[in-house]
């Protein structure tokens, strides 16, 4: 019981509740506290983080962090900003589930808002930390893909192994990861071709090959990891035809806690490495005052009929807090050079400077 009840917990949090956005995770989490307590469980998980904020490991029969299950990241300011992947909480738990899911062959789609970085975590998972066994195919999705591109792409990909039947080479497996899966354009009576090719080999592990005389190509030992949006903004709606074949994972708007760890670990270690020591203290505040500007425009900017470009992401975030580190070192010696750059970097980005003013009362000095 010391193993098989927790082992419950966590297989229904990571199967059940993975699914919530972030008000339902705070239910379901208050919802599995009241039951546990009821329940007199033996082992339950902390009471420190919810339920998701935690790893249960079968060697120590004990609940841990999950930023204790991978090593302290250390950052490295000349790599490019788009190859710096800080690990959160998030990502580091989205990136097991993903892994045991693809280790017992089962699809995976992830779901979730433009910016809580599911292209980001699938890519680093699938080049960076898979066995070797596994070849990853990337595809993007647009709303001009057709079906035949779609085939011909992975057609290319595999090789003959014996009549009829094409795969990977040999002791190899092939994940097919596709990036925007619904953004492909409905037809007349609402088909989207690429998935539709992408569902027949689901159904019947393969299709007709478009030359005569039009034999049956089975594919076998492949894979499919797919990332969407919600419906809305260019992408539609998915039959559930196709979604029935899928596990899903739910990808949630960072908290403000692992949006400061994500950004203050990269803006410090350049700082520290290229800038004088003056300006050293002020990294965490311009974080801090980014996060908080971001936050407000959130949710004071909204959509309107004139105004349909208000929709801000993370990635307007990140594009703020990058201006920032290509600051010339030789020019950048003082708080106020700096604070400077980042006002300019957020107005630049946000165009909403009277925001930026009215928001940020942070001491910089």
């Known amino acids: 019981m010391q193993v098989i009840e927790p082992l419950f917990l966590f297989a229904l949090i990571w199967s059940a509740g993975v699914t919530c956005d972030n008000d339902g995770r705070a239910k379901f989490d208050a919802y599995i506290r009241d039951t546990i307590a009821d329940l007199h469980m033996e082992r339950p998980p902390p009471d420190e983080l919810d339920v998701f904020g935690y790893y249960f490991d079968q060697n120590a029969l004990d609940w841990i962090d999950w930023m204790q299950t991978v090593p302290k990241y250390v950052c490295n300011p000349e790599k490019p900003f788009s190859e710096l992947i800080v690990p959160t909480a998030d990502s580091v738990r989205s990136k097991f589930i993903l892994q045991s899911l693809i280790e017992i062959g089962k699809h995976v789609l992830c779901v979730g808002e433009t910016g809580t970085g599911k292209t980001l975590v699938v890519q680093d998972k699938l080049l960076n930390d898979m066995d070797q066994s596994y070849v990853p195919i990337f595809i993007n999705f647009s709303a001009r893909t057709s079906a035949n591109q779609t085939q011909d792409l992975i057609d290319s990909k595999t090789e003959k192994r014996r009549k009829g039947v094409f795969g990977p080479p040999p002791t190899k497996k092939y994940i097919v990861f596709v990036d925007d899966l ?184």
């Open 182 to 365: 619904n953004m492909p354009q409905r037809e007349k009576y609402f088909a989207q071709p690429p998935i539709e090719i992408l569902r027949q080999w689901m159904d019947h592990k393969g299709w007709y090959e478009r030359k005569p005389p039009c034999a049956f190509r089975t594919l076998i030992d492949i894979q499919f990891v797919g990332c969407m949006g919600p419906p809305g903004g260019g992408r539609n709606i998915v039959t559930n035809r196709f979604l029935r074949h899928f596990n899903f994972l739910s990808f949630n708007e960072m908290s403000d806690d692992s949006l400061f760890l994500i950004f203050n670990t990269i803006l410090q270690a350049t700082l520290s490495a290229k800038f004088s020591q003056a300006i050293w203290p002020v990294g965490k505040n311009i974080v801090l005052g980014t996060i908080d500007v971001y936050n407000s425009i959130r949710k004071e900017l909204l959509p309107t009929p004139s105004k349909s470009h208000y929709t801000f992401n993370l990635r307007d975030m990140s594009k703020v807090i990058q201006g920032v580190l290509r600051a010339d070192p030789n020019h950048t010696q003082s708080v106020n050079s700096i604070v400077s750059l980042w006002l300019h970097e957020g107005m630049r980005v946000f165009q909403v400077g009277n925001i930026i003013s009215l928001v940020c009362g942070i001491q910089f000095s």
